[in-house]
């Protein structure tokens, strides 16, 4: 079995110009849907919480314990800091080239990448709820670390990050702007099933070859692999990916230079989110650092021809941000693995299906 470079995704990207959903998505309002077609069976509604740098935090009960999760939507796997499984009296086990990862069979190597070394070992969930959504036992990859602080919410620790596997069980709807989360039954209806009315947006649910979530969208008329969240506020595109296919990098004429919170500079350059029933004007995306050096760019995909790293999977070179989520309404239809987009707001939020 050929080796698969993967990486867990940190803060990612950055990138310019204007934005829109790829020309292959498909636009339609709510009203066209014939009436009762589509009848969505609501599972869990889910109170979020929003950092001020853009995580989104997602509470959960892991081996009967309330907990919290991190939503980074670019990785496949589910991923636990080594202090919340030993706090959690979670076992630990090697990652073997036959280890069965999240809640589906799928044969990975050893040796996942990270930022700070390789991931070789697992833990077993041996329970896993979202509300009254249960998702029975899971393998979740362990962050080293058994001195890593955990930072508590209501009394209760954040032990990881969940994985994008989750959005192939069961329907989600990302509902940021009103700080919740929404769990449908997978719909097997192939009509779309948002129930907003409106305008909205339709793109196809893509997955690598490890399972990480992404789709395509257009950046400046250029096709791109991207991701929902980083855990950053801001859009943001590899800078080295920004500079290949798109002419400017963080020292180029018009990038906004600031400092926030005591971190380290960062760059930003303008961009707009146009699409049915979208309306993003002036958003400003963050340049990140680069990753081409190590997974290297290519024009591939099964989507049609899109920007994308070459050797590496689960991660993107380019992701929207918790912000700019804020200002849409998105459902992920796992059955038909395709997600749909609208524009929200906290004011004009129709409520769910009972």
Not at 83 to 92: D, I, K
Not at 93 to 121: F, M
Request: one cysteine or more; glycine letters at 10%; charged letters at 20%.
């Amino acid at each position: 079995m050929s080796r698969i470079k993967t990486l867990i995704p940190a803060s990612v990207i950055a990138a310019a110009g204007c934005l829109m959903f790829a020309a292959v998505a498909s636009v339609a309002t709510a009203a066209e849907q014939a009436p009762g077609k589509c009848s969505l069976q609501l599972a869990a509604e889910l109170q979020v919480r929003i950092s001020a740098s853009g995580a989104v935090v997602v509470p959960a009960k892991v081996a009967g314990q309330d907990v919290w999760l991190f939503l980074g939507s670019n990785g496949a796997f589910p991923l636990v800091y080594e202090s919340a499984a030993n706090q959690l009296g979670l076992e630990h086990k090697a990652i073997t080239e036959r280890t069965q990862l999240g809640s589906r069979t799928r044969r990975v190597e050893s040796g996942l990448s990270s930022a700070n070394g390789t991931l070789d070992q697992k833990v077993s969930l041996p329970s896993f709820l979202l509300g009254r959504v249960s998702l029975g036992a899971w393998q979740a990859v362990l962050l080293p670390g058994a001195d890593r602080p955990l930072i508590q919410i209501d009394g209760h620790p954040v032990i990881g990050i969940m994985g994008t596997q989750i959005f192939r069980l069961i329907d989600a709807e990302l509902d940021l702007a009103n700080n919740r989360i929404r769990l449908f039954k997978a719909t097997e209806c192939p009509e779309a099933p948002v129930y907003w009315g409106g305008e909205y947006t339709e793109t196809r649910m893509l997955f690598d070859r490890v399972g990480a979530m992404h789709f395509v969208m257009e950046l400046d008329g250029r096709k791109i692999d991207t991701g929902l969240l980083s855990g950053i506020t801001t859009p943001s595109i590899d800078e080295g990916i920004a500079k290949r296919y798109f002419g400017f990098d963080s020292q180029s004429p018009g990038v906004i230079r600031e400092a926030g919170n005591g971190q380290e500079q960062s760059s930003y350059f303008a961009m707009s989110l146009t699409a049915a029933g979208l309306n993003v004007s002036n958003t400003r995306v963050r340049i990140s650092d680069s990753r081409t050096t190590r997974c290297g760019s290519t024009l591939a995909g099964d989507a049609g021809e899109s920007i994308q790293y070459a050797t590496c999977d689960n991660t993107v070179p380019f992701t929207l941000g918790t912000g700019l989520l804020q200002k849409l309404r998105i459902y992920i239809a796992a059955k038909q693995e395709k997600i749909y987009f609208t524009s929200s707001t906290p004011a004009a939020s129709p409520a769910p299906p009972p």
